[in-house]
């Protein structure tokens, strides 16, 4: 058990990070009809004062969604008023698996 001070300041970035996090629920995979979090497609969120720094994902290397999730992403970030610039990065390392969906996505497919 660590005996480091406890930091409000990191408790409020989490909670903020946590904020986000559920915003983006609202950016929809338009081919596959479920959110960019529950598929898994979200891989990093970070918080530096007003600046939201985003990791995701594509299903596969190939999807020619790429520019429109990262679009939808600093739409919804921006929006959000709590964040004045969204640095969105897509990356394909790890690749992207089934397991990475959430239960409720898996659900979905009916696996």
């Known amino acids: 058990m660590s005996r480091a001070p406890l930091s409000v300041t990191g408790l409020l970035d989490a909670t903020e990070v946590d904020q986000l996090r559920e915003q983006l629920h609202a950016v929809i995979d338009p081919e596959l009809g479920i959110d960019i979090v529950s598929l898994g497609l979200l891989y990093g969120l970070e918080l530096n004062g007003r600046v939201a720094a985003v990791t995701i994902t594509t299903t596969t290397p190939a999807c020619p969604l790429g520019e429109y999730l990262t679009d939808e992403v600093r739409r919804v970030l921006l929006g959000s008023g709590a964040v004045d610039r969204a640095e969105v990065v897509v990356t394909h390392r790890p690749a992207w698996s089934p397991q990475m969906m959430s ?3 898996r ?4 696996w």
């Open 103 to 105: 239960p409720d996505a």
């Open 107 to 110: 659900r979905a497919f009916g």
